[in-house]
């Protein structure tokens, strides 16, 4: 545990891509392999479920730091953190131990989950006795699920494929789901990242890991750049941008997994899929999108999210919620690995499969076609009518790359501009890390009827936190400090003063929100200074957007 608190607080405290390189080489290449195993899940992303309620940490913490409510909670404002508050405020420990990261998670974390409410206060205060401060840090961020360290799953894989002397492609496939919910890392499984690549996992794979994704690049310019930056549209393969669950089918010996980009194993939650993908030769890998798919027509993301937030999928919910996959790359068929192939062979190969396997919920993501860049952008106009969020852009000559990469071919994600309305802020939160002593995560409203009513109100619909700079955030902090009408915990309701133009992807009505709309990706386009509170939009403003 104080290797891998030490490991923490070195790339905590730098920026430098090259010293934090070096810092996860130097523990990998000295931890123990069991140690190493757990260090590599959770700096790759892996988040047990939470062990702990928060409100029995924040109990326990301000009982053993003898502070009134009223001061530790002053004190989690200043920080802007409830780990590092707590790690802080507790005294000095009494006990030693010289037990690794793995007897840490194994033996004491994780069996905190599902403990007798009345045995984890002593548990909990047992532990944290026999921990140094910094590794309190790292103790309550896992036990809180808020572990986060400025370091990237790609450096990791960097450093893994580095201590081992493997390819970091053949490394960043055998992360892929390495740091799912149920994952329980050991000595073996950091063995099988760090080994010799076998002439067997080069030959075929054995079992339902898929291959990392290839991620898109933003294409954000004005058309009549398109010709010299990209060439004439011969060279590319345009395709509509799905809003959906990007997924990968795996078929291999006579099984079948689904696998979200989040490294999730969503099987059991598309069982219409799962069953689909039995028809699928063995040693297939089919990269694609998962849609409610209605009458030949994507159905908004909204619909998706109301299969995905249920617990049990009963036969009137996968009645009402149809789903498929709208293929659109084939990454492994027969078992070869048919990455290092140019796109538009990949593309050939991919509809040939589709065409033999001829199943209803296995639908190919048409091409688009078009007399140049400008018909296409005329095209690319009528994306929100059809559910969609602009094109991909996909080299003909790409080969499937990892990650957000640019060293074997490119795609570009040409979207649509966002939609917005004008809003106004009314709530005010302190945020985290570096922006722990500013109010930057906001709640914005917008009025429930037109200038003149007599009951107008404001209507809270989002929230944002992104989009400002630094110095803009420091001018709206000042504002809010100033402007305060009433402070409920770390929550500050203001004066309405402050109109900013919001954006968003999409929008929906929703029953679980006041003002009845949710909105999805909401964020801060501009400070709007040149417009007054009452003249900011309407709940009618907001439903005219919604779809049809």
């Known amino acids: 545990m104080k290797a891998f608190a030490a490991l923490y607080r070195d790339l905590d405290a730098s920026t430098s891509s090259l010293a934090k390189q070096a810092a996860l080489q130097r523990y990998l290449r000295a931890a123990p392999p069991q140690d190493a195993a757990w260090a590599v899940y959770f700096l790759a992303g892996g988040k047990p479920r939470q062990l702990v309620p928060v409100k029995l940490l924040r109990l326990l913490a301000q009982e053993a730091a003898g502070l009134p409510e009223w001061l530790f909670e002053e004190s989690y404002q200043a920080v802007g953190d409830l780990a590092e508050t707590i790690a802080l405020l507790l ?70 494929a580095a201590v081992g002397g493997v390819d970091a492609k053949r ?19 950091y063995a099988a990242l760090v080994a010799p690549e076998a002439a067997q996992e080069r030959a075929a794979q054995t079992s339902g890991q898929p291959y990392p994704f290839f991620l898109a690049h933003p294409f954000n310019v004005d058309i009549a750049q398109f010709d010299a930056l990209l060439g004439p549209t011969a060279g590319w393969l345009v395709e509509w941008k799905w809003d959906g ?36 030769p063995d040693d297939s890998v089919l990269d694609g999108e998962i849609v409610v798919w209605r009458d030949g027509t994507v159905q908004p993301f909204a619909e998706l999210q109301r299969r995905i937030g249920r617990k049990t999928l009963g036969p009137k919910l996968l009645r ?58 005329r095209l690319r106009e009528s994306a929100r009518e059809r559910g969609v969020e ?42 985290h890390g570096r922006r722990a002593s500013l109010y930057s995560d906001y709640t914005f409203a917008v009025w429930n009827g037109l200038p003149g009513d007599a009951e107008r109100q404001l209507v809270p619909f989002a929230k944002a936190y992104s989009g400002l700079t630094d110095a803009e955030m420091a001018r709206v902090d000042a504002v809010i400090r100033r402007t305060t009408v009433e402070s409920f ?51 009618q403003t907001l439903e005219a957007l919604l779809p049809p």
Request: glycine fraction near 8%; proline fraction near 7%.
């Open 91 to 160: 005294p000095p420990p009494g006990e030693a131990h010289d037990l690794g990261l793995a007897r840490w998670v194994q033996d004491h974390l994780l069996p905190l989950r599902g403990a007798p409410a009345d045995a984890l206060p002593e548990r909990l205060r047992t532990q944290w006795r026999r921990l140094a401060p910094d590794e309190r840090l790292v103790y309550f961020k896992l036990i809180t699920g808020a572990f986060r360290v400025g370091v990237s799953k790609l450096q990791v894989t960097q450093a893994l």
């Open 245 to 280: 669950i990007r997924a990968q089918l795996v078929k291999r010996a006579g099984q079948v997994w689904l696998w979200s980009r989040g490294e999730e194993l969503v099987t059991e939650r598309f069982p219409e899929l799962a069953a689909m993908g039995e028809a699928l």
């Open 171 to 189: 490394v960043a496939q055998r992360l892929m789901g390495y740091t799912h919910l149920g994952a329980r890392p050991d000595a073996a499984a």
């Open 320 to 377: 009402e919620l149809p789903v498929v996959l709208l293929a659109y790359d084939l990454i492994e068929h027969a078992g070869r690995d048919l990455r290092a192939l140019p796109q538009d062979q990949r593309r050939a190969r991919l509809d040939a499969l589709l065409r033999e396997v001829n199943h209803p919920l296995l639908v190919p993501s048409p091409v688009i076609g078009g007399d140049g860049w400008a018909d296409l952008a």
């Open 390 to 431: 602009g094109m991909m852009l996909k080299r003909r000559d790409a080969r499937y790359g990892v990650g957000r990469t640019k060293d074997v071919g490119v795609w570009w994600k040409w979207k649509i501009d966002p939609l917005s309305v004008d809003a106004v802020l009314v709530y005010a939160q302190r945020g």
């Open 489 to 539: 915990g770390p929550v500050r309701s203001v004066k309405p003063t402050l109109v900013f133009e919001l954006g968003f992807e999409g929008i929906a009505r929703s029953t679980r929100h006041k003002s009845g709309i949710a909105v999805r990706f909401p964020r801060m386009l501009r400070w709007r200074e040149d417009k007054p509170v009452e003249e900011a939009d309407t709940l």
